[in-house]
């Protein structure tokens, strides 16, 4: 019998203990669903506020910076067309494409001084940054030749003498300005690293409010034309260098500025490599939109083609420094992650900020697309001009959404240190396939500027975008965050 018994409770026993933890189970699945939800929410807004604590000032501080440009253009355009023309000539294509080269160069610090600070290696940020002042202050001279020689160049691109001349005369004045981008590029990138980004928005107010005032009293009260206009550009951007550098050397960065250091000048040419190489990576885009105008201008009827697309680039250039600013800001969260040697960290913190700027491109794309015929009236009321944006809108909505995803892209590939990796993607995608397809489109089929802008948009832009995702999903993030470790202990010796 007691035999029986024990069986029959070894028969027993296990339905019972089966069935309880059966139970068990589902509750606690629910509460790990629960946990996981709640985990995972909560791990969002950690992410989503140190994003944007670099996107909002980055946002504000780009917008002052473009802003001043285009007031540089408005107190020209008061002056008459060639006045105008050579302010915006020489803005967009000798300064434009200095600027582009810097602002790359200076790119490297995101990948340096972002690892660097995730690894806690404080003082190598202020090392980084002088090195980057070292280097780019030198390309400055190489690049010289642009300003010095900017009549002759734009008459060779086609450019009426007046306007060459002119531009000429501008761009010497601006030289000033060239060489403050050599310390202005790194010191944004030094206090960005370190998530010091509300100065950038404040000394950037301070600039745009100087530009205003400068250009007033130059251009409309001394009368010093063009000249007074270049003048109060190279005043504003200096004031900005001397407020970023003022804000970090006077106890802003206790940790990171340690003072002028010797270790600075060891290192050069492996600096300049990766600087070259970010140089190239942004450049290449910077200049195919410019590519893009050139290109246009070759076509039957050109003038209301180049207004029409140069209304469309201005929008899709003041809306493009959100997406900029998401490029910076997933450069430093990214760059903060691998250099703590948290790789799934950077892989959140890319998943964020993809997601976070589609969402605005997308906004931006359907108030495109429902206010397709009104869009230009900002700029201008010429009925013609209105018809062919109208006809454009589709392409530029269409940028505009997939330039809020490829940034941020680019800028996973400046945290992670790929800079060469896209710089060769960048050069096949836009200069292989982009350029082609859209000479094709445009001359071949007679398409017009339509089809240069879309083959340069859907050959170029979305074939790097896809690219760019596959780099991005591939990635094995902890082997990333160990490369990450072992740079910061090369560069750190």
Known sequence: MDSIHRNGDEVH????????????????????????????????????????????????????AYSMNIITQAFAGHLGDVELAAISIANTVIVGFNFGLLLGMASA??????????????????????????VLFLCCFLLLPFYVFATPLLKLLGQPDDVAEMSGIVAAWMIPLHFSFAFQFPLQRFLQSQLKTSVLAYVSFVALGVNVLTSWLFVNVLDWGVIGASVALDI?????????????????????????SIQAFNGLW????????????????????????????????????????????SINGWEMMIPMAFLAATGVRVANELGAGNG??????????????????????VLIFIFRDKVALIFTSSSDVLKEVDKLSYLLGVTI???????????????????????????????????????????????????????????????????????????????????AKQRVQRWGE
């Open 13 to 64: 026993q296990p339905l019972l203990t089966e069935s309880r933890p059966e139970d068990e189970s589902k509750e606690e699945v629910v509460i790990k669903d629960l946990v996981l939800k709640k985990d995972l929410t909560t791990r969002l807004w950690i992410e989503t506020q140190k994003l944007w604590i670099i996107v909002g000032p980055s946002i504000i501080s780009r917008v002052a």
């Open 109 to 134: 610090l995101e990948t340096l001084c972002g690892q660097a600070f995730g690894a806690k290696q404080y003082h190598m940020l202020g090392v980084y940054m002088q090195r980057s002042w070292i």
């Open 344 to 365: 799934q960290g950077a892989k959140f913190a890319t998943k964020v900020s993809v997601v976070q700027s589609t969402i605005i491109g997308l906004f931006f794309c």
């Open 401 to 483: 959404l997939l330039n809020s995803v490829q940034p941020v892209l680019s800028g996973v590939a400046v945290g992670s240190g790929w800079q060469a990796t896209v710089a060769y993607v960048n050069l096949g995608c836009y200069y292989i396939i982009g350029l082609p397809l859209g000479f094709l489109m445009g001359w071949v089929f007679h398409l017009g500027v339509r089809g240069i802008w879309g083959g340069m948009i859907f050959g170029g832009t979305a074939v790097q975008t896809v690219i760019l995702a596959i780099l991005t999903m591939r990635s094995d993030w902890e082997k990333e965050a160990e490369t």
């Open 270 to 313: 492996e600096f300049l490599k990766l600087s070259a190489a970010s140089g190239v990576m942004l450049c290449l885009e910077n200049w195919y939109y410019r590519i893009l105008i050139l290109m246009t201008g070759y076509l039957q009827n050109a003038t209301l083609a180049v207004d029409a697309l140069s209304v469309c680039m």
């Open 236 to 260: 504003s951007w200096w004031v900005g260098v001397l407020g970023l550098y003022g804000y970090t050397v006077l106890g802003g960065c206790p940790l990171s500025w340690t003072g002028f």
